[in-house]
């Protein structure tokens, strides 16, 4: 992966300084050297008419824009922008705030404190095994599902089940 990784053009958002420097310092010392920063959701929006980005790591929690708001204001963007892949961090990794990022169409969920590995294992998720996007009236981004269960019998709401349904 960290051939590959000189490419990539990669946000770190977050209100906390040290984060920020956390993250960017894994991932620089992963190879990435195009790095860029923003305290909260609002100036990374206004960097991102600026410069075009690869990958976003958000935080959940900043003040103006959390990280949610962020998520959905970039799924609702016309054009490519709204398949950006992003990784939500957070101090919070309860269910509630899992199941609010992944509705929002956050592609992947880390919890801090973080490691090395788990963000590099997060940037190899969206970049080498990115998951379908999915449309419908009520949500567009990644596919929310991690695995098809066979004994399953719920209502069918996969994508291939709803005819106002799109997989992208």
């Not at 960017?24 to 960097?47: F, I, K, N, Q």
């Not at 801090?112 to 997060?122: G, N, S």
């Not at 004994?151 to 992208?168: F, H, M, N, P, S």
């Amino acid at each position: 992966m960290s051939a590959g990784l000189g490419a990539l053009r990669v946000l770190v958002v977050d209100d906390n300084k040290q984060m920020r420097t956390i993250v960017g310092t894994v991932l620089s010392a992963a190879g990435v050297r195009d790095l860029h920063y923003a305290p909260e959701g609002r100036e990374a929006l206004s960097l991102m008419k600026h410069v075009p980005i690869d990958v976003v790591f958000i935080d959940h929690e900043m003040p103006r824009m959390s990280g949610v708001e962020f998520v959905r204001t970039v799924r609702a963007m016309p054009g490519q922008e709204q398949f950006l892949p992003m990784i939500m961090l957070t101090g919070h990794s309860d269910l509630k705030r899992l199941n609010e990022a992944r509705d929002a169409g956050i592609n992947e969920f880390l919890g801090k404190p973080v490691t090395a590995m788990a963000i590099l294992r997060r940037l190899d998720a969206v970049i080498m095994k990115p998951r379908p996007y999915v449309s419908s009236p009520d949500f567009f981004g990644p596919d929310r599902r991690r695995r098809r269960d066979p004994a399953y019998r719920g209502a069918l709401r996969r994508t291939g089940d709803l005819k106002e349904a799109v997989q992208i």
